[in-house]
């Protein structure tokens, strides 16, 4: 491949620009503000979505989403938005910062050191920012 061109960058400067057409306000869009559009969802939706509704006496919400954790750690930590959601989910429905530290690291002998990491600095963001909230 000879472009020096990112293709992905290519890709995503497509999708501004169709964004644009449908709605001009779009321009300045990013992916970090979808995120910021319902941070976390109250512990009663997500019983609902991931919990009791959907198999009862099956895993709480909570096990889910530390599963969740585990599994996106496992990928790489590539997923930043979904990783700091998921932590923010975990911390509505209960989650210890204890669990869910221990859930990276339970990751870590079998995803590797960078995505531990990563991971964990994510989390480290998230509870930096519940915890600047709560004062």
Do not use: C
Not at 43 to 62: R, S
Not at 81 to 95: K, Y
Not at 117 to 130: F, G, K, P, S, Y
Request: charged fraction near 20%; aromatic fraction near 8%.
């Amino acid at each position: 491949m000879t472009d020096p061109k990112n293709p992905y960058e290519a890709m995503f400067a497509q999708y501004q620009d169709m964004a644009k057409a449908f709605n001009p306000a779009l321009e300045s869009f990013t992916p970090k503000g979808f995120e910021a559009l319902w941070p976390t969802m109250p512990k009663d939706v997500m019983e609902m979505f991931f919990g009791n509704t959907m198999n009862k006496g099956g895993l709480d919400a909570k096990t889910r989403l530390l599963l969740t954790l585990g599994a996106l750690t496992m990928l790489g930590a590539q997923a930043d938005a979904q990783i700091r959601l998921t932590v923010r989910h975990l911390l509505e429905t209960g989650a210890t910062k204890q669990e869910i530290v221990e859930t990276i690291g339970q990751m870590s002998m079998f995803a590797g050191i960078p995505a531990t990491t990563r991971a964990m600095d994510l989390v480290q963001e998230v509870l930096a920012e519940q915890e600047g909230n709560d004062t």
